[in-house]
């Protein structure tokens, strides 16, 4: 079974602090992917990485940066945490294209 | 503009009948197809999914159908039990890319 997991379950954070949101994946998974979840608008994908050191920006990547230095390990940053950051943060993996994402189980960040 | 809907919030089925989610999209390059459900305090857990080339998929309980002409999807889950109670998001992609458009999800409560 695949393991995706997420460091911290909960979180909260001063305004202006910087924010680092750890995800290790078990599988040898090529593609990992950082989702925020905020009620009515579903998933939105902040950032993608295809291998290591390789990166995508998603839908809404402002405000946040990614590292991938070793191909289990992908971390989202946040460098000036604000308090429309708040959100439930999701990591994922998959193994190529046209698979499906194996999702971690969350990081609740609340920013005040 | 959400190219992925899950016009049914909610949904409550008593135990041992059919639960049908739907889900409609617009985006008709979208080829691949998936569910996930949700338990409150996890990640989104992969359900099943479908490829455009076929009409019906088959876990299971679980049956998923693709309705190209009309651009919608359902999941049909035979017979619902209490431990179905979840949100159930859908989720579409393009083959060979790293987008998944997620609907905002429809809670099911299975009644005992």
Redesign the interface.
Known sequence: DVKVTQSSRYLVKRTGEKVFLECVQDMDHENMFWYRQDPGLGLRLIYFSYDVKMKEKGDIPEGYSVSREKKERFSLILESASTNQTSMYLCASRTGASSPLHFGNGTRLTVT | DQQ?KQNSPSLSVQEGRISILNCDYTNSMFD?F?W?KKYP??????LI?I?SIKDKNEDGRFTVFLNKSAKHLSLHIVPSQPGDSAVY?C?A?V??????I????TRLKVLA
């Open positions: 992925v691949y998936l996930y305090a996890e990640g989104p857990t992969f999914s490829s998001f989720a992609s083959s060979g890319t790293y987008k998944y997620f609907g905002t999800g």
